[in-house]
């Protein structure tokens, strides 16, 4: 299926045109080739993991590894970034139109964008997070959090991956832990995971991972 393009809104958090040229010129020093292995090891082997059911939404995709892992674990998933350059390495290392995946380029804080390509309350089952919340300005932290609880169903559920990290400036941003438990709380989502990771690589030491739920039904595993 082609990427699908929306209209930018007037007023962007970032310039995906930057984003785009830093992917050209391999500057995307996130970039590890791989999903990121805290997430993928949860995803494969922890029977607190959520289980396929429902449309799967991963912002600030990338390149596509994470989006590309939940659709081989069965997930329909939509991966979605606003620089055209990301979605097309995306396209070119894990297809272009492949059962369970597809891109969406469009701008995770235009709701009405969102709602065009078929984003609008609660029509997610999951969102997974890694390396689009500490890319983004960190006074639209609260922005990025309500969006995601917008977007989630009943029951729905957050994964997320998150750098806390001290050093100034960004991006990547740091994250305190504390702060980022109580930013999903004030959300109005419910707590299952909050945890040090395991597994990160080297240069990423300080990862946490975390499990949320929109209230709405029992918070366990369907089979």
């Not at 139109?97 to 380029?105: E, F, I, T, V």
């Not at 919340?133 to 998150?162: E, K, M, N, S």
Request: negative net charge; contains cysteine.
């Amino acid at each position: 299926m082609p990427t699908q393009r929306l209209n930018p809104p007037a007023a962007k958090p970032a310039d995906p045109q930057r984003w785009d040229q830093r992917y050209r010129e391999g500057g995307d020093g996130w970039e590890l080739g791989q999903p990121a292995p805290p997430l993928a090891t949860f995803l494969r082997h922890d029977p607190r993991a959520p289980a396929p059911g429902g449309p799967v939404l991963v912002p600030g995709c990338g390149r596509g590894h994470e989006a590309a892992l939940l659709a081989e674990l069965g997930f329909s998933v939509l991966g979605l970034d606003f620089s055209g350059e990301a979605l097309n390495e995306a396209r070119r290392l894990h297809g272009p139109d492949r059962p369970g995946l597809r891109w969406l380029q469009a701008d995770l804080f235009d709701r009405g964008g969102l709602e065009a390509a078929g984003l609008g309350p609660g029509s997610l089952g999951g969102v997974l997070e890694h390396t689009c919340f500490c890319a983004i300005d960190p006074q639209q932290r609260r922005a990025y959090a309500a969006t995601v609880a917008h977007l989630l169903q009943p029951g729905g559920w957050l994964l997320g991956l998150f750098w806390c990290h001290a050093r100034p400036g960004g991006p990547p941003w740091g994250s305190d832990p504390g702060e980022l438990s109580a930013l999903w709380r004030q959300a109005g989502l419910v707590e299952e995971i909050w945890e040090s990771a395991t597994g990160s690589v080297a240069q990423r030491t300080g990862e946490w991972l975390g499990l949320w739920r929109q209230p709405g039904r029992p918070t366990h595993n369907e089979s």
